[in-house]
């Protein structure tokens, strides 16, 4: 069989020839690419401007003009990118683009003005990430920048950009900024602020490379103050700690911070030492936004760290120490922030705690302290109990969780309290202090105060108050009285009440509930008892030869109060020489008082004036007087029989006794039933007493 011949095969170029094809095209492409360098070399981006201003201007939805030249040329990347491992690619140029004289104007209903502005502005550009759908600029910076931030009262601001919500197809890899002297503005109409900071470099300090200066106003009160920071902001080196350093005066409040920044773009980490003195701590609301007490001029400083997250952050006032007053304070704070609102939680101590400085915390403080801690002088004239109100209004602002304690009390009147703890819980604008502990006397006054200020109105708050004190000695109750130091009697008591209102005043004056009193089986100085009973001839014998201890039988005390009128159910006190009892009112609405005192001595005494005597008057100004009537029946009395006899005439002054039961035992029994109030807003409480005695029924015992 016959084969077919074969298809010859087409004849190959020869090498020279295909060398000559690769060389012709990569003639080719090197000529598109200097074609295209020369272009963007040599073409004049000024006449982009239009075209740049006009979408620049669309995409930010505000006026945008590069008003300057627009230049744009190629550097070499070790240029700007000193720090890199050089490769192949630090060999390619990068465009660098340099725009003078920028603006940036406000959006529609801010006003008129330029939002920013920059004399020059140039940054690199890395070509090669562009691949990437990433625009890597190393350093970006900014010559002479102008600043004019704003916030118009309905809460519309000029700095908030378009945001569609959609995922970026573009990611900004924006490592360093670098700053040259400048001024930023920024008007707050919603919290009343208006400040300039005027920023420039700094050459001198090796730690800094800007310093700024701050002048204007807050809330109408003057702000000054100045700091500096790291001349170049790092993006990229998130982990390298920026530095900062402020010195501000915001009204009465100094603040001063030294330390770093960590991720300063985020804000993700501080480290600060901070100080911060004013007025009153209360006056921190409007700066921090986090609730503290009224305060008298305070100084503290301690350590401030900080951790902000997406959703919550946290800080943390370290290891402070400083002076409340003329209090010692010292502790460990923190606040976290979360939904529905922010948690304050920490201890807090004092070594020594002058009394006075509690004052503020219920506007129990003098006008012009008032004044000097920044709110309305409005105690009136002659009123006692303090009318300043609660701002009932910020306790939904944060909740809390802090304990005090206070190791010694010191305090200017002989008031005998010497330690002070307390855990303090506000939740949901309920405020709590349970419990409120004093040493006092000896002996202890624990009490569980619930404040609930969820409400509105004068009667924001609904209280509740329960008291209880235990072991009070009486010779450290009363320590100036010299005729009480040979007292060794204790008090126990309880009361407990509940009212609605807004301050101190206000709740008192609508209070509910009881009040009792009582001490058994103590002694009781004979002094005392016998001023109060006037009886002349025992004050001189004791004066001349000493005192003794006189045996109390029995001390009970009973008040119902009904919408802020204390009434007396009972009130004696019952010696083995002498018998006092009460009866009358205390009005806590008025701050008036209207209580009798009826002294019943035992023993033969030289001469007895027993008249009553009346506690009238005033909280601010009481006053005691005898009841001028009976005393002249006993003088009218003595005259009348020295007419007949002269000896006879001491007759009547002479005091045997009455030799009645006085009934201790029902009236300990009665005092020791616990008081009772009813809720909030309520009438008063239903009497836990088993007889509503009178004073005037109650017979000393013989």
């Known amino acids: ?113 330029a939002m920013a502005s920059v004399k020059q502005f140039s940054f690199s550009l890395n070509p090669f990430a562009l691949l990437h759908k990433t625009i890597a600029i190393p350093v970006l910076r900014f010559d002479a920048p102008a600043v004019d931030l704003r916030r118009d009262k309905e809460g519309k601001n000029n700095w908030t950009f378009p945001n569609d919500d959609q995922p970026a197809r573009w990611k900004l890899d924006l490592e360093r900024v670098v700053f040259t002297k400048g001024v930023v503005k920024f008007n707050d109409a919603v919290e009343n602020i208006d400040l300039t900071a005027d920023v420039d470099t700094v050459n001198a300090d090796p730690a800094y490379g800007i310093s700024w200066k701050l002048r204007g106003t807050y809330n109408n009160g003057p702000v000054t103050g100045g700091g500096k920071a790291g001349a170049v902001l790092s993006l990229k080196q998130q982990t390298t700690p920026y530095p900062i350093q402020a010195d501000l005066r915001v009204g009465k409040t100094h603040i001063e ?110 006008n012009a302290s008032k004044e000097a801690r920044g709110v309305e002088a409005v105690q009136p004239t002659g009123k006692v109990l303090p009318v300043e109100a609660f701002r009932t209004e910020r306790w939904t602002a944060i909740d809390a969780d802090v304990r005090y304690a206070a190791d010694r009390i010191v305090r200017e009147k002989q008031l005998p309290i010497s330690k002070m703890t307390t855990h303090l819980i506000l939740q949901e604008g309920v405020l709590t202090l349970a419990p409120l502990n004093f040493q006092m006397a000896g002996g202890n006054v624990t009490s569980t105060i619930k404040l609930d200020g969820s409400g509105k109105g004068k009667q924001a708050i609904k209280a509740t108050a329960n008291v209880s004190a235990r072991h009070i000695k009486i010779k450290e109750l009363f320590p100036s009285i010299a005729e009480m130091k040979a007292t060794v009697g204790q008090i126990n008591g309880d009361a407990q009440l509940s009212s609605t ?155 045997t006794g009455p030799g009645q039961e006085s009934g201790c035992g029902r009236l300990l029994a009665e005092a020791r039933e616990k008081p009772v109030a009813p809720p909030p807003g309520q009438g008063a409480a239903k009497s836990n007493s088993k007889g509503n005695a009178s004073a005037q029924n109650v017979r000393p015992r013989r």
């Open 501 to 655: 209102g807004n301050s101190v005043a206000s709740l008192l004056a609508a209070s509910n509930g009881e009040i009792k009193a009582l001490i058994d089986e103590g002694t009781v100085s004979k002094m005392l008892l016998e001023q109060m009973g006037l009886n002349i001839g025992n004050i001189v014998l004791t004066k001349l030869f000493g005192d003794k201890q006189v045996k109390l039988n029995c001390m009970a005390s009973d008040f119902q109060v009904t919408n802020g009128l204390m009434q007396t159910r009972t009130f004696v006190v019952d010696t083995e020489e002498a018998a006092i009892t009460g009866d009358g009112t205390i009005n806590l609405a008025n701050e008036q008082m209207d209580l009798t005192l009826d002294p019943k001595t035992k023993g033969l005494r030289i001469f007895s004036l027993r008249s009553p005597l009346h506690l009238r008057g005033s909280f601010s100004k009481p006053e005691v007087s005898v009841d001028k009537g009976v005393l002249a029946l006993k003088a009218g009395g003595a005259v009348a029989l020295g007419l007949v006899a002269a000896p006879a005439a001491l007759l009547p002054l002479v005091n």
């Open 257 to 366: 911070v030294e330390g770093t920044v960590t991720k300063p773009t985020k804000l993700a980490a501080l480290d600060l030492r901070l100080k911060l003195s004013g007025a009153s701590m209360a006056r921190l609301y409007t700066l921090t936004g986090v609730l503290l007490p009224e305060t008298p001029a305070f100084r503290t400083e301690g350590r401030l760290t900080g951790e902000l997250g997406e959703t919550s952050s946290r800080w943390v006032y370290d290891k402070f120490t400083g002076k409340v007053g003329s209090s010692d304070i010292a502790g460990h704070l923190e606040y976290r922030t979360g939904k529905p609102r922010g948690k304050l939680s920490g201890t807090v101590a004092s070594k020594l705690l002058q009394f006075a400085d509690l004052g503020p915390l219920v506007g129990a403080d003098s």
């Open 1 to 113: 069989m016959s084969q077919a011949a074969p298809v010859p095969s087409a004849p190959r170029p020869p090498l020279a020839r295909r060398t000559n094809i690769i060389l012709a095209i990569a003639a080719v492409l090197v000529a598109i690419a200097l074609i295209a360098l020369a272009i963007l070399l040599t073409y004049d981006w000024n006449k982009a401007r239009p075209w740049l201003n006009a979408k620049a201007s669309e995409a930010i939805e505000r006026p945008f003009e590069v008003k300057g030249d627009l230049k744009l040329s190629w550097e070499k990347p070790a240029a700007v990118m000193a720090e890199r491992d050089r490769t192949w690619r630090d060999a390619v140029p990068w465009p660098h683009l340099v725009a003078n004289d920028v603006h940036v104007g406000q959006p529609a209903g801010m006003g008129t003005g």
